[in-house]
Structures are given as C-alpha cells and as structure tokens.
C-alpha cells in the first residue's frame, strides 16, 4: 500500500511540475505543446524500457492478441495523447493553479460514486476528501476576491 501511495504522490507532483513548466509557452497552441509533450516522453521512456528489458523486468507478450492491440490504441490515443491534449487545452483556459486544484477534485469524484455503490469509508478518508473540498472552496472564495479587489480598483 506504501509503494502505491508513494507512486500517487510523485505522481501528482510530476503534473504540478509539468504543468508549472509549460506555463511559460501557454501561448503555443495546446496541440503543439502535447506533440512536443509525447515526442520528448517517447525519447525518455524507450531508454529506461531498453534497460528494464535487459534486466528482464519487462517484456513483450509471447503472442499477441487482437484485444491487446485494441487496449495499447486506446491507452495511447485516449489515456496519453487525449487526456495530455485536454490537460495543455485546460491549463490555457483556466491557469494552473485552477487546473492542478481540479485535478486534486478526481478522487472526491471517484470518492462520491463509491459512496453512492454503498461503500463505508474510513474516518481518514472522510478527512482527506474534505480537505481537498475545503481547498477548492477556499480557492474559489480567494479568486473572487481578489477579482472584487481589481474591479474596483480598476
């Protein structure tokens, strides 16, 4: 549970890196940013699964089926390119700080359909998912001051 947890964690910080870092050309088109995204992870992940494959931890399946083919084209296409194409496309739109405080909002989502299937939640849990709520309301609740402040010193 500790290693998934961890790999959450760095997870989430690698979004919040990568989206501070292409802050600064957010004036490039959301299309043009996701290519070059894919093209340097491609450059980065063949290496490291080279090495991994040499050392035997990873492998292509002996034989290859049809609904394989279909589950890799659906992760490539629709769990990278699409989902980094729409993330570039939010970042332009909303800023990072709203996108990263949306995307902290994922679990509570999965957190409610859960609790809809009936399922019982630890008291951490409940903690966590309303500190992620209270974050989001107290970030709204700051904009909109801060919008109050420049109207009317406008």
Known sequence: EL?????VFFGS??????????????????????ALTC?????AAVPIWLVFGALGWTRFPASIEARMLG?????????ALLAILLWNTGLRRIG????????NF???VAFAALALWGVEFHA?????????????IAHNLHQRREASRSARAA
């Open 124 to 136: 951490a849990e409940l903690l966590g998912a309303g500190l992620v709520v209270s974050a989001l």
């Open 13 to 34: 910080i690698a979004w919040l890196t990568y989206s501070l870092a292409v802050a600064p050309i957010a004036h490039w088109s959301s299309a043009r940013v996701s």
């Open 39 to 43: 093209a340097f992870g491609m450059m």
């Open 106 to 108: 994922t679990p509570v």
């Open 3 to 7: 290693l998934g947890n961890a790999l």
């Open 71 to 79: 589950d890799l084209l659906f992760l490539a296409l629709g769990g």
């Open 96 to 103: 990072v700080l709203n996108a990263v405080l949306l995307g």
